[in-house]
């Protein structure tokens, strides 16, 4: 059986010499301790990082110069400005030199679209022009490299071993007045679900000062060894810090810088499938002890899933012999292993626990987020009344084709849903196919409305299939039918 990624071959070149210390922080000793010895060990490994990017303005020309009359008394004499110009955009960030001989691992939006990129070394003030090994915006993660030998390498520490009330330290250049050190506690580990930020998120959060200028770089541990790339926070209405900062753990940035410098890109496993958390409502009408794993949504055909059985429905809870908590724990443990990898599932299938071993293939590139202009499916003419206000329609083949649905797929097309309503608060929306109701399959309107209202007990399980740009595929929802009709 082939294993996950911990430690990645260089290939041909020999790699960066990387110091690494595992052993755990001396959390006594440092109760009350002056930080200086940490900060002369650890800083003068943060460097600054200066990024520029060539912005062209396109010739912004006056219309009464295409005037014929005007043109007579101008001729071919236009202003400068006509032609156009380009303008320096600079941005400023962060760096960690974690090799001797010049590899700095850095946030991905530091240069992400640079077309230049100065590194300056914090202790002699020396700059160095930077090249891009690698970078992988789905982690916020870059690495560059510069010529330069016998730097100040700062030591990787083990993010896994960090506790949430561990002191730490952050260090970078906010707001372009030097080189800064603030100090803070661990507040919250494997923080994920944040919207606009990277896609794979596992961040330490920390109270320590992060303000802009601080992204890329380094958040250490009280030994003064890396633990973590300072990369965003959640800023007040000036855009600076209010003690709520996150970092991508160390653990996870190694992963990612290593497969960087040994190919250039990352490559990472998948199993073709949709996932959803679940719910306390999907838990009660799955009957489910609790809300813990991934439940599968949706199984793609000629899927490594789909070979090994995976079953729509299904709720994976383990995975390599690991527990899963969440879509989210369970889609970091698949990002970690290569293409190719064999690894081991366990999960809930028809309330039975089950082990099975699949392959994966490789993750894809990011699907384009907007499908284009659709057509609004057709009214409906059914009532609902036992899903509370949900109007369907017999799914049309155009309808079908727009919605990316497969041939043979059967359904009943939501075409009007009241806002006031059981089942918009469950999640369902205009345009949705209702597939099954409490896992009885829905073939046309009719069959909706007969389920419907033949559906008992507290909650009605569906599965629908959904359309979000080019995006599609199938869900589950849980509408509470306790109120219904009340």
């Given at each position: 059986m082939a294993a996950c990624?911990?430690?990645?071959?260089?290939?041909?070149?020999?790699?960066?010499?990387?110091?690494?210390?595992?052993?755990?922080?001396?959390?006594?000793?440092?109760?009350?301790?002056?930080f200086a010895p940490v900060v002369k060990k650890a800083a003068p490994s943060v460097v600054n990082i200066y990024s520029t990017h060539f912005v062209h303005i396109r010739p912004m020309r006056n219309p009464l110069f295409a005037d014929p009359f005007f043109r007579q008394f101008l001729g071919s004499q236009f202003p400068a400005e006509s032609r156009g110009r380009t303008l320096r955009k600079q941005g400023l960030g962060s760096g960690v030199i974690i090799s001797p001989d010049g590899y700095i691992l850095t946030a991905n939006h530091v240069v992400d679209g640079a077309d230049e990129i100065e590194v300056a070394i914090a202790d002699n003030k020396k700059e160095f022009t930077a090249r891009v090994v690698g970078t992988d915006p789905l982690t916020d993660v870059a690495v560059l490299k510069i010529d330069a030998q016998d730097l100040p390498a700062i030591t990787l520490g083990d993010s896994d071993q960090l506790e949430v009330g561990d002191i730490v330290l952050a260090i970078g250049n906010p707001y372009r007045i030097g080189q800064t050190v603030t100090m803070g506690i661990v507040s919250a580990l494997g923080r994920s679900g944040l919207t606009g930020f990277n896609q794979y998120q596992n961040f330490i959060q920390t109270d320590a000062a992060i303000n802009p200028g601080n992204s890329g770089g380094a958040l250490v541990d009280a030994e003064g060894r890396l633990v973590g790339i300072n990369t965003a926070i959640i800023a007040n209405d000036t855009g600076g810090n209010q003690g709520i900062g996150f970092a991508v753990p160390i653990n996870m940035a190694r992963r990612v810088m290593e497969l960087l410098i040994a190919g250039g890109k990352v490559t990472r496993g998948d199993l073709a499938i949709l996932l959803q958390d679940i719910t306390p409502r999907l838990a009660k009408s799955l009957g489910l002890p609790d809300q813990k794993g991934a439940l599968v949504s949706d199984v793609f055909p000629n899927s490594p899933a789909e070979k090994a059985g995976i079953k729509s429905g299904d709720v994976i809870v383990g995975f390599n012999g690991k527990d899963i908590t969440d879509v989210n724990s369970f889609q970091l443990a698949v990002s970690e292993c290569a293409p190719g990898s064999s690894v081991m599932l366990k999960l809930l299938h028809n309330g039975r626990l089950e082990t099975v071993t699949v392959v994966l293939t490789e993750l894809p590139g990011e699907a384009a987020q907007n499908g284009g202009d659709q057509k609004k499916p057709g009214a409906g003419n059914s009532m609902m009344d036992a899903l509370d206000g949900v109007t369907v329609?017999?799914?049309?083949?155009?309808?079908?084709?727009?919605?990316?649905?497969?041939?043979?797929?059967?359904?009943?097309?939501?075409?009007?849903?009241?806002?006031?309503?059981?089942?918009?608060?469950?999640?369902?929306?205009?345009?949705?196919?209702?597939?099954?109701?409490?896992?009885?399959?829905v073939s046309n309107s009719n069959d909706a409305v007969t389920l419907g209202r033949q559906a008992k007990g507290d909650q009605i399980l569906l599965k629908i299939w959904r359309r979000q740009g080019t995006l599609a595929g199938t869900c589950y929802l849980s509408v509470d039918n306790t109120r219904i009709g009340k």
């Open positions: 990624f911990h430690l990645t071959s260089w290939g041909k070149e020999a790699g960066p010499a990387i110091k690494v210390e595992t052993t755990p922080v001396n959390r006594a000793a440092r109760l009350g301790a002056s329609a017999d799914l049309e083949p155009e309808v079908r084709r727009q919605l990316g649905m497969p041939a043979g797929a059967r359904g009943a097309l939501v075409s009007n849903i009241e806002q006031a309503s059981n089942s918009t608060e469950a999640g369902l929306q205009y345009g949705d196919v209702i597939m099954e109701i409490n896992r009885q399959t």
